[in-house]
């Protein structure tokens, strides 16, 4: 028994009642009120409930349904929540029709190169600014971000374009800072599974973008997704980055059929990365193509202005003629899947 159904007539009583049930079985229960329905998730060993006991909270009047549920993440799970989860981010959704995109440099630079940056992408469309402050560099000798300066830097540019800004956090003692200066928090592919990290975002009001660990399975990525949410934080954006395999002509393999894949497995919004997947300018066009045409609901690309000059992902980033000409090739695509640009 993992998940109870509420009849759309439960009343706040009703839901106690059934709260107050699965406590006493030494459970706890994730309530979350839909529009239509209430729907309460059993967390902990429910492998202990028996048949009989399972029958008995069915017998409950406000119950609908209980179902049990052999995956081990549950909240992020489509059997929890079938319909599909849109965040809100102003005026903005990520996981409805419009497919939206997510540009800007691998790193915050200097204000000079990020204001262009940042003008030349929201031009092109974008719906979002990108940008990191805190680097999660291979080498500790690389460029590291530039910190707090930074997120000051991306806080500007969010007021003078008017898009929302996505940054990375990479240390739980940096949430207060994050918090304060972005819109959507990023937790890189290298902190997938930085577990204290996901049980901090998982506490704060901001939607959080959960990258692909580098070599993480689709049922570890839920789990890590499942971290999230367990602490309350509904609004979890699964982004595909690429996962190590044998090859190395590419910088990573994009995997693509994890994004159909996770259409049917979960309820969460997903979002593909063809600049990291790849890991080569000329090929980011073409996947992001794909990336669309397989269901994506937004797209991150990272953009330069001078790539050759970048501090870091240079040899990823698209120069902004490109990252419009993107935009343009996108828009048939999402049209011929339903959705829109
Ligand atoms: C990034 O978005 O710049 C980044 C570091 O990505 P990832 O964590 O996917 O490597
Ligand atoms: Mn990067």
């Known amino acids: 028994m993992d998940i109870i159904v509420l009849k759309p007539e439960a009343t706040e009583d009703d839901i106690r009642h059934v709260v107050k049930k699965l406590e006493g079985k030494g459970l706890k229960a994730h309530v979350s009120k839909g529009t239509e329905r209430t729907i309460i998730g059993v967390i902990g060993d429910t492998s202990r409930i028996s048949e009989d006991e399972e029958n008995a909270i069915r017998a409950i009047e406000s119950v609908e349904s209980v179902t049990r549920i052999i995956k081990p993440y549950k909240l992020a799970s489509r059997e929890f929540k079938k319909e599909q989860t849109v965040i809100k981010v102003k005026d903005r959704e990520i996981g409805g029709k419009k497919v939206v995109v997510i540009a800007g440099p691998c790193a915050v630079e200097n204000k000079t190169i990020l204001m262009s940056i940042a003008e030349k992408v929201k031009e092109a469309g974008a719906s979002f600014l990108r940008g990191g402050a805190f680097k999660p560099r291979t080498s500790p000798y690389s460029f590291q971000g530039l910190g707090v300066e930074g997120l000051k830097i991306l806080a500007e540019a969010r007021q003078i374009t008017g898009l929302p800004v996505v940054t990375e956090i990479m240390d739980p003692r940096d949430m207060e800072l994050v918090l304060e200066y972005s819109d959507i928090i990023q937790i890189g592919a290298r902190n997938m599974q930085n577990f204290r990290l996901l049980l901090e975002v998982g506490q704060c009001d901001k939607p959080v973008l959960l990258k692909r660990g580098l070599s993480a399975t689709i049922k570890e990525w839920l789990m890590a997704a499942e971290y999230i ?111 829109e640009v």
Do not use: Y
Request: charged share 25%.
């Open 229 to 339: 949410l367990s602490k309350g934080n509904e609004n979890v954006i699964l982004c595909e980055r690429g996962i190590r395999t044998f090859e190395t002509a590419t910088r990573n393999t994009l995997d693509l059929s994890a994004v159909p894949l996770l259409k049917e497995l979960t309820h969460l919004p997903v979002v593909v990365d063809p600049s990291h997947g790849v890991g080569k300018w000329n090929l980011v066009i073409p996947m992001a193509r794909a990336a669309v045409a397989a269901g994506a609901d937004g797209l991150l690309i990272e953009v330069h202005t001078n790539p050759e000059e970048a501090l870091s992902d240079g040899e990823q980033s698209l120069k902004p003629s490109l990252f419009k000409d993107l935009m343009e090739q996108i828009k048939p695509i999402a049209e011929a899947v339903g959705r």
